[in-house]
């Protein structure tokens, strides 16, 4: 079985501002691993994946998120936030060969102030 | 292209009714997942789906919950004789294969479903 853990709740940060939202999973065997965001009322958009490859990933919007095999890390990373990067972003793993079944953390909330 | 569409939006039903939840998928699309978010929490998988077929439904609770994907039309998840702990958002995602990674899920928007 899969785990996810998001430690951080919420993240606040004003714009134009760096980020990083945290990720950690466990796994006894090799996974995939996403980051997905989730805007108010509505579903989830996928960010960025990592199958194989590359250890530095990048996805939309200017997001990247670094795999660290070592820490069991998927760290996603924005340099300079936007007011509109406000949303709830969602870090899962997926067994290789598992098919969709993700299991996802608990979620960060990222606010952008200004 | 439309991409998964889930009705209806929002849903209310008092103790002990009957919730549809209706879940189209992207065309073409013959796979289909049910994921559940409790307030707070994140997705928790339910069940996953192909044409008239049940693959695993490993994250259903045992009672008052079920699944189908019939060869015509959308799927549905019908929760009987719902309770408090029911409420949650409901979302739908599909894919036009079953492997993960190279071909991820298409959410739909959900349907949030309040228990009074």
């Known amino acids: 079985a899969q785990s996810v853990t998001q430690l951080d709740s919420q993240v606040p940060v004003f714009e134009e501002a760096p980020v990083e939202l945290r990720c950690n999973y466990s796994s006894s065997v090799s996974v995939y691993l996403f980051w997905y965001v989730q805007y108010p009322n509505q579903g989830l958009q996928l960010l960025l994946k990592?199958?194989?490859?590359?250890?530095l990933v990048k996805g939309i919007n200017g997001f990247e998120a670094e795999f660290n095999k070592s820490q069991t890390s998927f760290h996603l990373r924005k340099p300079s936030v936007h007011i509109s990067d406000t949303a709830e972003y969602f870090c899962a793993v997926s067994r290789t060969g598992g098919g969709n079944k993700l299991t996802f953390g608990t979620g960060t909330q990222l606010k952008v102030e200004l | 292209n439309a991409g998964v569409m889930q009705n209806p939006r929002h849903l209310v039903r008092r103790r002990g009714q009957e919730a549809r939840l209706r879940c189209s998928p992207v065309?073409?699309?013959?796979?289909v997942y049910w994921y559940r978010q409790l307030p707070e929490e994140g997705l928790k998988f339910m069940v996953y789906l192909q044409k008239e077929n049940i693959i695993d439904e490993s994250g259903m609770p045992k009672e008052r919950f079920s699944a189908e994907f019939p060869k015509e039309g959308p799927s549905i998840l019908r929760i009987q004789q719902v309770v408090r702990g029911d409420s949650a958002a409901y979302f739908c995602?599909?894919?036009?294969?079953?492997?993960?990674?190279?071909?991820?899920?298409?959410f739909g928007n959900g349907t949030r479903l309040t228990v009074t």
């Open positions: 995602a599909s894919s036009p294969t079953p492997q993960g990674g190279d071909s991820p899920l298409h």
């Open positions: 990592y199958l194989s490859g590359s250890t």
């Open positions: 065309k073409g699309h013959s796979h």
